[in-house]
């Protein structure tokens, strides 16, 4: 199994016009990566061409010795839509998925030092794996799932998105005032505490309650 362009929902494709995340949206993350949660929403944009099934494997950039995996609940979209309100933003989920915002660490400090944008820190082939999504309906209430990751079974995050600051029907929102939101588009809600450095041979697993579950293996890129 190898990078996707599609997502799978209940067996059929789907295909995102874009993968948008948040950073900095759990206080504890927000605290270990020392800065503070932003008042709005910040985003920023993974290509989709990240991509990858779970089953698959992350692959280890030759440009980065630091990568570390960071477990977020996504959001699917059915429906897009531009200045969603508030009240209407829930309309527009498709479903939710297990996702990993996999981070070249050592580039995205370099980046933030200089000023520049986090594109190759994010944005590398492989850097978004993400699980079958499962209906809206019946993951409920996004507020209050448990969500941990696993690295070679050992506990690495156990957070819920009950600490989310920015939650699921604020993010639609501000994200659909700057761009138009599609049909298929995931956003990246953010990680909880306890992100952490991953290596070659790594199992990596994920799980929402309620959502499912992700695991994919890590080997450097050769
Ligand atoms: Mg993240």
Request: net charge neutral.
């Amino acid at each position: 199994m190898g990078p996707v362009t599609r997502l799978s929902v209940e067996g059929r494709g789907l295909r995102p016009s874009k993968i948008l995340c948040v950073a900095r949206n759990y206080p504890e993350h927000a605290r270990e990566s020392g800065a503070p949660v932003p008042e709005t929403p910040v985003f920023f944009l993974k290509p989709t061409t990240a991509l990858l099934e779970s089953g698959g494997t992350v692959l280890l950039p030759p440009q980065s010795r630091r990568v570390d995996v960071e477990g977020e609940l996504a959001i699917v979209l059915g429906k897009g839509g531009r200045d969603v309100p508030w009240e209407g933003a829930m309309d527009l989920v498709l479903g939710y998925a297990v996702i990993f915002d996999i981070t070249a660490r050592d580039l995205q400090a370099e980046a933030k030092a200089k000023g520049l944008p986090w594109t190759a820190a994010k944005g590398f082939d492989t850097f978004a794996p993400i699980s079958p999504v499962t209906p809206a309906a019946r993951v409920g209430d996004p507020d209050g799932l448990s969500i941990r990751v696993e690295v070679n079974g050992g506990l690495a995050q156990d957070g819920n998105t009950r600490d989310m600051v920015h939650k699921v029907p604020d993010l639609i929102r501000e994200a659909s005032r700057i761009m138009r939101l599609e049909r298929g588009d995931v956003l990246a809600t953010g990680t909880p505490a306890g992100v952490r450095e991953i290596r070659d041979g790594d199992v990596l697993v994920g799980t929402i309650e309620r959502v499912g579950r992700l695991e994919v293996r890590v080997s450097r890129k050769v």
